[in-house]
């Protein structure tokens, strides 16, 4: 009597259940319309559009916020600088990592309608739009996101004495 073959078998059942649930998405993906999967792809885009602009204010307001506590404080001038800094490189990074997803979801959405048949060019066009769309939201609250962390460390600053200033004293 084989003993080994269940125990073979039952390792094997996990394994193959994830091969199955990979693939039952990418069977609804093409058993889906033209439409429905452009409707998709731009509800994703958006969604992610959404997220990033959310994760992009809640650093700046981690910023603003610990740049507003060491003046309170009245800790050093670097402190703050640094504070600011950190902020400014967690927008950027939450800005990045937004772009490369809507990116990502564009362009797999494009490949997929590439090798549909009879597809309408329009749909493409829509998925291009709403990506600019998207891209454009995220810069936008990047942008005015640093100018209110850098408005907020110059308002901390100006009742601080500079190394400039210290040396004219």
């Known amino acids: 009597m084989n003993t080994k073959s269940p125990t073979l078998s039952r390792a094997l059942t996990p394994l193959i259940a994830l091969v199955f649930a990979a693939l039952i998405p990418a069977a609804a993906?093409?058993?889906a319309t033209p439409e429905d999967l452009t409707d998709r792809c731009v509800n994703r885009m958006m969604q992610t559009t959404q997220r990033t602009v959310d994760a992009i204010h809640a650093a700046g307001a981690k910023g603003i916020h610990k740049i507003e506590r060491l003046d309170e404080n009245d800790k050093p001038v670097p402190l703050m600088v640094r504070a600011a800094n950190k902020?400014?490189?967690?927008?950027?990074?939450?800005?990045?990592?937004g772009d490369r997803k809507v990116n990502k979801t564009a362009d797999k959405c494009l490949r997929i309608l590439s090798n549909a048949e009879d597809v309408?060019?329009?749909?493409?066009?829509?998925i291009n739009g709403a990506r600019a769309q998207a891209i454009e939201a995220i810069h936008t609250a990047s942008?005015?996101?640093?100018?209110?962390?850098?408005?907020?460390?110059?308002?901390?600053?100006?009742?601080?004495?500079?190394p400039d200033e210290e040396a004219e004293n």
């Open 143 to 162: 942008i005015n996101t640093h100018i209110a962390v850098n408005d907020a460390l110059e308002t901390a600053l100006e009742d601080e004495e500079t």
């Open 120 to 126: 309408d060019p329009a749909l493409a066009a829509i």
């Open 87 to 97: 902020a400014n490189v967690g927008i950027e990074k939450r800005e990045i990592k």
């Open 29 to 31: 993906a093409s058993a």
